[in-house]
T-cell receptor
Framework: DAKTTQPPSMDCAEGRAANLPCNHS???????VYWYRQIHSQGPQYIIH???NNETNEMASLIITEDRKSSTLILPHATLRDTAVYYC??????????FGKGTSLLVTP | DGGITQSPKYLFRKEGQNVTLSCEQN?????MYWYRQDPGQGLRLIYY???????QKGDIAEGYSVSREKKESFPLTVTSAQKNPTAFYLC??????????????FGPGTRLTVL
């Protein structure tokens, strides 16, 4: 699986959009971009995934650049409950998800 | 409600004892996974199973054993051979193993402390 690079931490004010970047410059044509988040001491929660088109669901939007070398997860109106570690993962193989250290997002009042 | 159950949430054991962590899912998923997480770190794969009666080692399988006798159950045994077993253990399942869009869903985790 391709490697990803994420900033270690970010802050966001409550009610504002949180934009979490991810670089995956070595991504292959058939690798999907997945986003999970983990609230402290809980299991990771699936957020969204995509291949090359932008995706949106009830939780977030995923914007993938045209060259697919980077992506951004957007939480449109962040709340305090969105404080968590966010993991960007690219995968093509069956089996494990390759979780790195992710981005620790702190949403402040 | 459908989901993944891990029990107990907290587990304490004495050094040298084997301990079995439970993972049950009622999502009718074919694949199940065990991960380990240490403080401030990402998840590392211990074992996974794509079908009943079959499983594969992950990156850190030494000192662990699993069984998959039923589709809905995938227990993990932490043996005395595991050098540093204190960690947060996470179980996951996914519906379509082998597909690029196979999404994994996680249980709440078991925090094991070996005294």
């Amino acid at each position: 699986d391709a490697k990803t690079t994420q900033p270690p931490s970010m802050d966001c004010a409550e009610g504002r959009a949180a934009n979490l970047p991810c670089n995956h410059s070595t991504i292959s044509g058939n690798e999907y971009v997945y986003w999970y988040r983990q609230i402290h001491s809980q299991g990771p929660q699936y957020i969204i995934h995509g291949l090359k088109n932008n995706e949106t669901n009830e939780m977030a939007s995923l914007i993938i650049t045209e060259d697919r070398k980077s992506s951004t997860l957007i939480l449109p109106h962040a709340t305090l409950r969105d404080t968590a570690v966010y993991y960007c993962i690219v995968r093509v193989e069956v089996g494990a998800l390759n979780f790195g250290k992710g981005t620790s997002l702190l949403v402040t009042p | 409600d459908g989901g993944i159950t891990q029990s107990p949430k907290y587990l304490f054991r004495k050094e040298g004892q084997n301990v079995t962590l439970s993972c049950e899912q009622n999502l009718n998923h074919d694949a199940m996974y065990w991960y380990r997480q240490d403080p401030g770190q990402g998840l590392r794969l211990i074992y996974y199973s794509q079908i009943v009666n079959d499983f594969q080692k992950g990156d850190i399988a030494e000192g662990y054993s699993v069984s998959r006798e039923k589709k809905e159950s995938f227990p993990l045994t932490v043996t005395s051979a595991q050098k540093n077993p204190t960690a947060f253990y996470l179980c996951a399942s996914s519906p379509i193993p082998g597909q690029f869009t196979d999404t994994q869903y996680f249980g709440p985790g078991t925090r094991l402390t070996v005294l």
